[in-house]
C-alpha cells in the first residue's frame, strides 16, 4: 500500500522573468493552447458553430495571481537569447 507521507519532487521547473503589458513584472510558467467552444450564429448567413483555439501564456504577477494573456504581450528580461549562435545569413 502506498504510503501518504512520501515527498513530491520537481525535477525540472524554469520560471522565467518578464514584464507583461497591463500586468506588470511577471513570472512565465509555461505556453498553453486554450481552446473553447463558440455557439452558431443566430442569423442567416453568421458563421457556424465550432472551437475557436490559440496559444496563451500562463504567467504568475507579483500578488500570486495567475493569468492567461497571448504572446505578444510577454517580454522575457532574462535575455536568454543571448546564449545561442544564430548563423550569418548572407545577402547573394
Not at 502506498?2 to 525540472?12: C, E, G, H, N
Not at 518578464?18 to 498553453?32: K, M, Q, S
Not at 493552447?33 to 450564429?41: D, E, L, Q, R
Request: include cysteine; aromatic fraction near 10%; charged fraction near 20%.
Amino acid at each position: 500500500m502506498a504510503s501518504l507521507d512520501s515527498q513530491i519532487v520537481v525535477v525540472y521547473s524554469e520560471y522565467r522573468p518578464c514584464t507583461v503589458d497591463g500586468i506588470g513584472n511577471a513570472l512565465f510558467h509555461r505556453w498553453e493552447n486554450y481552446s473553447k467552444p463558440i455557439p452558431a450564429g443566430l442569423t442567416i448567413g453568421s458563421y457556424p458553430a465550432g472551437v475557436v483555439s490559440y496559444t496563451v501564456g500562463i504567467v504568475e504577477d507579483i500578488n500570486g495571481q495567475v493569468h492567461r494573456v497571448p504572446p505578444s504581450d510577454i517580454k522575457f528580461t532574462d535575455r536568454k537569447i543571448c546564449n545561442y549562435v544564430f548563423e550569418e545569413v548572407s545577402e547573394e
